[in-house]
Structures are given as structure tokens and as C-alpha cells.
């Protein structure tokens, strides 16, 4: 199914100079036609909508208090007022201490929808609520969840799945079995280092797998997670397994996938998956110092659904 949103780099700031140099315009004017009384004596339409008056002219984002203004009316939320240095984006001006207290009010009385409406989220909120739920908003653009980078691209699943296969160039996997084998020479030099092994494709949804070798403490160590690409409500329909071993032993780890909401780093520093002991993946690998071979092989499932209360009932017997 084609994507309707595209990949979005997100940018941590904007330089003063490109802020200052942006068109000027009043606050309260409209670049709209304006609709003047007509012959009957009709009251004309305002020159801009509340919703524009309450767009920061810098970062375009709703302003809440404290809403600034110079001298000259020109307002701007409190964020943009450091980024310019407490100049006027608009007349250049020092911006000062101003309140606008009469827009603030203004703002107190407004609902709006969500940002993310034009992603499908169809809730209205009042004004000073909206923040609140678009922290929140299930709508809301996923961060890319390639691990080892700090990659800045963000959009819908669709569109991270082709970024992750074109330009992460990761293994994309059909079916909800796998069988990684990972190998690695002079194994008692353990860096922190990071892989996305493969994305898996399975009961209509996207999850990955990752691999990443670090320290715990003073204790060299690897460890193997799943993500599920989508929210944390829907990653608890599903469970995984994984499995490494050798020389007649094995270790095996169940649990839930994590939502790619949360960073591969908070995954790994909560220990949410099969931990390997430096010792222990050398003792699968044949005691071999020289290279590290092992293997993790593992399944996704979904759990039964409660007919009930439509809660999961554990897979205990899987």
C-alpha cells in the first residue's frame, strides 16, 4: 500500500540570520483577500483567523504563555524569543519583557485539532490540552529506527521500512522464524558497536532485529532484542523467542517485542532481551579464542486474543 506521507528530516535548529531574513508581516493581518463590509451593511469577514494569530511567525507552531510581543504588536512564542536573541523576528526590534496577555486569553477559549490530523488523527482538543496529547498522539510521525546511527528521518511504518531497505541497506525478511549467524574475529577485543540484523515481515506487521556488543559494567557482553514497528499497545499482541547455544547447551529468552517508540539504546540499557556473557558465547563458539561464531535463532508470535475483554492471554505452552 502506498504511502501518503513522505520521510521528514528533522532539524534541531534554524540559524538567526535565516530567521531574520524571513518575509516580513504583521501579526494581525492577513495575506488573504481581505473581505470588506458589503454594500448591505454586512459585517466583513477578520483579516486572519484566530488559529494565525496564534502561529509563531518562526517555528510555525501554536504559541502558549507566555506569548511575546515587542513594541510594535508582533508576537512569538517563548522558545523562538531565545533563538533570536530578544530581537523582533518581524521589525528587529528588542523584544523586552512583553506579554501579550490579550491573545493569551484569546487562547483559553479555542479548541483545535491535533497536529498529526493530517496523518489521521481525527481529535479536538482545548487549546492548552492539545500539547498534552500530542506527546502522546499514536498519529505522530516514528523516528527511524536504525541502530548505530543517529539518523534524523522520520515518518510513517511504510515509509521507514523502504528508508530502512534503500538507504540502510537492511536485510528485509519474509516469515516469523529466523536463524542469524553472527562471527566475529579476535573476540577478546568486545567494542561497543551496534546492527540492525534484519527486518522481519509477519501477521501484517514489521520487526527488528538487533544485535549489539557492549560492556556491562566491567564484563564484555552481547545481547539480541526485537522491536516492533508500531506502538507499545499493539507490540503486546505479539511475543518472540530467541535461542543461542552450542556444545550441548543453550540458552533461550521470551518476551514481548518493544515498540520502536523507545530508542535500541533504552532497550539495551534495560537489559529487555538475551544477554550473552563474553565467556559464555565463546564456550557456544567451541572455545575457539581466535573468532567468535554464534547463532541466534528465534520465532515471533501473536498472542490468543481474550474473547472476552479482548485482553492477550499468555502463550504459556508456545
Given at each position: 500500500m502506498e504511502s501518503s506521507i513522505e520521510c521528514i528530516s528533522i532539524q534541531d535548529g534554524v540559524r538567526?540570520?535565516?530567521?531574520?531574513?524571513t518575509h516580513s508581516f504583521s501579526?494581525?493581518?492577513?495575506s488573504k483577500p481581505s473581505h470588506n463590509s458589503n454594500l448591505n451593511g454586512g459585517v466583513s469577514a477578520p483579516p486572519a483567523s484566530v488559529h494565525?494569530?496564534?502561529?509563531?511567525?518562526?517555528?510555525?507552531?501554536?504559541?502558549?504563555?507566555?506569548?511575546?510581543?515587542?513594541?510594535?504588536?508582533?508576537?512569538?512564542?517563548?522558545?523562538?524569543?531565545?533563538?533570536?536573541?530578544?530581537?523582533c523576528p518581524t521589525c528587529r526590534q528588542e523584544l523586552g519583557d512583553i506579554r501579550c496577555l490579550a491573545l493569551e486569553k484569546v487562547a483559553e477559549s479555542l479548541e483545535l485539532p491535533c497536529k498529526h490530523n493530517s496523518l489521521g488523527c481525527p481529535e479536538i482538543f482545548p487549546y492548552y490540552s492539545k500539547l498534552k496529547h500530542e506527546a502522546i498522539c499514536s498519529f505522530r510521525p516514528?523516528?527511524?529506527?536504525?541502530?548505530?546511527?543517529?539518523?534524523?528521518?522520520?515518518?510513517?511504518?511504510?515509509?521507514?521500512?523502504?528508508?530502512?531497505?534503500?538507504?540502510?541497506?537492511?536485510?528485509?525478511?519474509?516469515?516469523?522464524?529466523?536463524?542469524?549467524?553472527?562471527?566475529?574475529?579476535?573476540p577478546r577485543d568486545?567494542?561497543?558497536?551496534?546492527?540492525?540484523?534484519?527486518?522481519?515481515?509477519?501477521?501484517?506487521?514489521?520487526?527488528?532485529?538487533?544485535?549489539?556488543a557492549f560492556q556491562l559494567g566491567t564484563a564484555p557482553v552481547y545481547m539480541a532484542f526485537l522491536r516492533f514497528m508500531g506502538d507499545e499497545m499493539e507490540a503486546r499482541n505479539f511475543s518472540y523467542s530467541l535461542e543461542v547455544g552450542g556444545n550441548g547447551r543453550k540458552l533461550i529468552w521470551e518476551g514481548t517485542p518493544?515498540?520502536?517508540?523507545?530508542?535500541?539504546?533504552?532497550?539495551?540499557?534495560?537489559?529487555?532481551?538475551?544477554?550473552?556473557?563474553?565467556?559464555?558465547?565463546?564456550?557456544?563458539?567451541?572455545?575457539?579464542?581466535?573468532?567468535?561464531?554464534l547463532r541466534v535463532m528465534g520465532r515471533i508470535w501473536k498472542e490468543p486474543q481474550n474473547p472476552d475483554g479482548g485482553a492477550c492471554i499468555p502463550n504459556l505452552f508456545s
Open positions: 538567526e540570520d535565516e530567521i531574520l531574513n501579526q494581525f493581518s492577513s494565525e494569530l496564534l502561529e509563531c511567525p518562526v517555528c510555525t507552531n501554536s504559541m502558549y504563555p507566555p506569548i511575546h510581543q515587542c513594541h510594535n504588536g508582533h508576537t512569538l512564542c517563548s522558545t523562538c524569543k531565545v533563538r533570536v536573541h530578544n530581537r516514528y523516528n527511524c529506527p536504525y541502530a548505530g546511527s543517529e539518523c534524523s528521518v522520520a515518518g510513517d511504518i511504510q515509509c521507514l521500512v523502504t528508508h530502512l531497505r534503500d538507504d540502510h541497506k537492511v536485510d528485509m525478511h519474509s516469515g516469523c522464524t529466523f536463524n542469524h549467524r553472527y562471527v566475529k574475529s579476535n568486545v567494542e561497543n558497536a551496534t546492527w540492525m540484523l534484519t527486518v522481519f515481515h509477519c501477521f501484517g506487521r514489521y520487526f527488528c532485529l538487533h544485535f549489539e518493544r515498540s520502536i517508540r523507545d530508542g535500541h539504546r533504552k532497550v539495551r540499557d534495560s537489559h529487555d532481551g538475551l544477554i550473552i556473557q563474553r565467556n559464555m558465547a565463546l564456550f557456544f563458539s567451541g572455545g575457539a579464542k581466535d573468532e567468535l561464531k
